[in-house]
């Protein structure tokens, strides 16, 4: 029996490589993501190299319609590793970025129903998972056929359309669609794209900036999972606004209170997120770690329906991106056009309505003041922006470009490797912001697709684990002294 549309995929799972990283992924990895599962028969197959060099050719593209790709063959591991490392006029795959799956014992071609009895291998062909894990579509040829990349980006571009319009069924149009309307036409066509393909559609424009192709320190990346950097130190975080400062100079010698009031955050929607600008008086700044200067801390601003980086090839819910600019130049505008010019902290959302983050409250309260481009609200109390960072500092750094245009190759990325929480209800509010006036495009997605990591340098810092019983039994013994 085939397995057809409309039912749920087996699950899969096994030892995979990608970019000579050997990496367990399973169905249960891709879940929220519309899936390619590509079979070909075996490593090394001239068909089959030629279709993985092609299928390479449009992976922004489907990471643009939140599709990934998952590669399976019969070869070992061990073998995809060798594929890998092999540049491709010799007949390898080198510098693919697509995971490939070992299935030596054939059990994953059978399941799909791909495997070529008798033969020891499967067909060639793939199958395309909505998010929800339910086949959508399939394609399978014998061995001496290819498969028409070409072919199936349209197929996941016109499923990922029409599961859209199929959300929108419901709601009534009024007035109805006209083909004398163009205008409406236009909205209802905005509607129902994916919200990630109309941010890079009209808002990255990616293809506008020559960068995006030939850098090759672009960003966000996947952060593998790694070893410890010895040599790495921690970060020094001074994020304390001045009324909270304990220096002299900030309070008056009569009643030793703040000489500065607590100033009022305010929030904007710039059209693409919402941000928040940190003034210069509150001198907040980071230092240590990987930097080799003080960095100012000079604005802080939220992607959300996914997060930019992923950990170990998992996305997150959302990330905030603390923007700091080298303190030995004037202003941010000096700093970008220089080498070390800017740094930028990352903290990764994760949804949970038990556990919100309490800042992040704070700004989820006034979102529904500035739904429109350019409107701005202040919090009641104003956000401590100290209190948006994870308990524990862990966190990987890497040489990098900014995710928005234009894209210039001058940050020094610091991704805590711990993340906060943020509540369902603060997401919400932020995929109702929209990109420009009433009845515009809402802001449901704004996430730039994984880049090429390529052969730059990523590092981890660990934070030294607390001994807890030591610290307890410490505590104990000064108290039966002191007794």
């Known amino acids: 029996m085939s397995l057809l549309p409309g039912n749920k995929a087996p699950s899969f799972g096994g030892i995979s490589v990608i970019d000579g990283d050997f990496q367990d992924i399973?169905?249960?990895?891709?879940?929220?993501?519309w899936l390619v599962l590509f079979f070909l028969p075996s490593d090394f197959d001239f068909i089959g190299t030629s279709s993985l060099l092609e299928l390479e050719k449009i992976v922004d593209e489907l990471h643009g319609l939140n599709c990934k790709v998952v590669a399976c063959s019969r070869s070992s591991a061990v073998v995809h590793d060798v594929y890998g490392s092999i540049k491709p006029q010799y007949g390898g795959i080198r510098g693919l970025s697509i995971p490939i799956l070992e299935d030596p014992s054939l059990d994953i071609a059978r399941n799909y129903h791909m495997l070529k009895e008798n033969g020891g291998h499967s067909f060639r062909g793939y199958y395309i998972m909505n998010p929800e894990g339910v086949v959508r579509a399939k394609a399978v040829g014998d061995l001496p056929v290819g498969i028409h990349i070409k072919h199936l980006l349209r197929k996941v571009q016109t499923l990922a359309a029409l599961e859209w319009e199929n959300q929108l069924l419901d709601e009534k149009l009024d007035p109805p669609v006209e083909d004398d309307n163009p205008d409406l036409l236009g909205k209802l066509k905005d509607k129902i794209t994916p919200?990630?393909?109309?941010?890079?559609?009209?808002?990255?424009?990616?293809?506008?900036?020559?960068?995006?192709?030939?850098?090759?320190?672009?960003?966000?990346?996947?952060?593998?999972?790694?070893?410890?950097?010895v040599d790495l130190a921690p970060l020094k975080f001074n994020y304390t606004p001045p009324w909270e400062d304990e220096y002299d100079f900030y309070f008056t010698e009569e009643t030793h209170q703040p000489d500065i009031d607590p100033q009022p955050t305010s929030i904007t929607n710039n059209g693409h997120a919402w941000v928040t600008s940190i003034p210069d008086s509150f001198n907040s700044s980071i230092h240590g770690g990987p930097l080799t200067g003080t960095y100012r801390l000079f604005k802080l601003h939220c992607h959300w329906g996914s997060s930019e980086h992923s950990i170990n090839g998992k996305h997150k819910d959302g990330e905030l991106h603390f923007v700091h600019y080298n303190s030995k130049y004037d202003s941010i505008d000096s700093a970008i056009t220089n080498p070390e010019g800017v740094c930028v902290v990352s903290v990764l959302l994760t949804i949970d309505d038990d556990y919100p983050n309490p800042e992040l409250e704070k700004v989820a309260d006034v979102l529904d003041l500035i739904q429109c481009k350019g409107e701005s609200a202040e919090t009641p109390v104003p956000l401590d922006v100290s209190g948006l960072l994870p308990a524990v500092k862990s966190y990987y750094t890497y040489p990098g470009g900014f995710t928005t245009p234009d894209y210039r190759e001058v940050i020094d990325w610091i991704v805590m490797k711990e993340g906060i929480c943020v509540s369902s209800k603060a997401i919400n509010l932020m995929k109702d912001l929209s990109y420009g006036g009433p009845g515009d495009r809402t802001i449901d997605f704004n996430c730039r697709p994984i880049q090429k990591t390529g052969d730059r340098s990523i590092k981890l810092y660990m934070e030294p684990k607390v001994d807890s019983m030591a610290d307890e039994s410490l505590d104990n013994k000064k108290e039966e002294k002191s007794s």
């Open 26 to 33: 399973g169905l249960e990895d891709y879940e929220g993501y």
């Open 195 to 229: 919200g990630n393909t109309f941010y890079i559609q009209n808002f990255l424009h990616q293809q506008d900036f020559p960068i995006t192709k030939s850098g090759k320190l672009q960003s966000p990346i996947n952060l593998p999972e790694m070893e410890p950097t």
